[in-house]
């Protein structure tokens, strides 16, 4: 399991979210779960594609932070292995 650390932010009326130790994984909702619910799509489709392309997965850095942040929480990526690499990944829920 890898933990990385997502932000949210209120901007506009619209919820931004950012997973700050994996570079362009973003994503927006007009609420918190719906944006970590796809914040968490994100993140999950960014490490497969990595994957796939033979890039390795970024570091997470627990020290990562964004001083805007309404909310900073961890988001964690479950890799398996097997005939087929499987992925999960959640929102910490407070």
Do not use: C, H
């Amino acid at each position: 399991m890898l933990t990385y650390k997502s932000s949210y932010k209120w901007s506009e009326g619209v919820m931004l979210g950012e997973v700050l130790d994996f570079p362009g994984t973003i994503a927006y909702g007009n609420s918190l779960d719906e944006v970590r619910n796809r914040l968490a799509s994100a993140l999950r489709d960014m490490a497969e594609t990595n994957l796939i392309n033979g890039e390795p997965l970024p570091i997470p850095n627990p020290l990562a932070t964004d001083e805007d942040a309404d909310l900073e929480e961890p988001i964690y990526l479950v890799l398996q292995t097997g005939p087929q690499l499987a992925m999960t990944v959640g929102a910490a829920v407070s």
